[in-house]
């Protein structure tokens, strides 16, 4: 099991940026794709980013390419969501979650393949 705590949330106007962070503790981190999702009031949780154990492939969900970018630091257990150019419909609460699988080369946005959560972060973007 591995315990993730999420960081680095909070209010900015559209066009302004923030950096999320994804500490991780338990199992071994760096074997392990992580994933960005997100929850907006009344709407499911939809897939954000994820990359892979080794950092060497990414994906990104088609709304946010060009905007945010996802990258880890396997020695300090961390996974960082950079989010640029923010607009008012990436208001959410945003969870990091870790893959079941060991070393899957292709990250996957399917959120059924990650079993630990993090408590989220929110992220609010005023107009």
């Known amino acids: 099991q591995v315990q993730l705590t999420e960081s680095g949330g909070g209010l900015v106007q559209a066009g302004g940026s923030l950096r999320l962070s994804c500490a991780a503790s338990g199992r071994t981190f760096s074997r392990y794709a992580v994933g960005w999702f997100r929850q907006a009031p009344g709407k499911s949780r939809e897939f954000v980013a994820a990359i892979a154990a080794n950092g060497a492939n990414t994906l990104h969900r088609d709304s946010v390419k060009g905007r945010f970018a996802i990258s880890r630091d396997n020695a300090k257990n961390t996974v960082t969501l950079q989010m640029n150019s923010l607009k008012p419909e990436d208001t959410a609460v945003y969870y990091c979650?870790?893959?079941?699988?060991?070393?899957?080369?292709?990250?996957?946005?399917?959120?059924?393949?990650?079993?630990?959560w993090g408590q989220g972060t929110q992220v609010t973007v005023s107009s």
């Open positions: 979650a870790v893959d079941k699988s060991p070393f899957r080369r292709a990250p996957t946005m399917a959120s059924q393949s990650y079993a630990d």
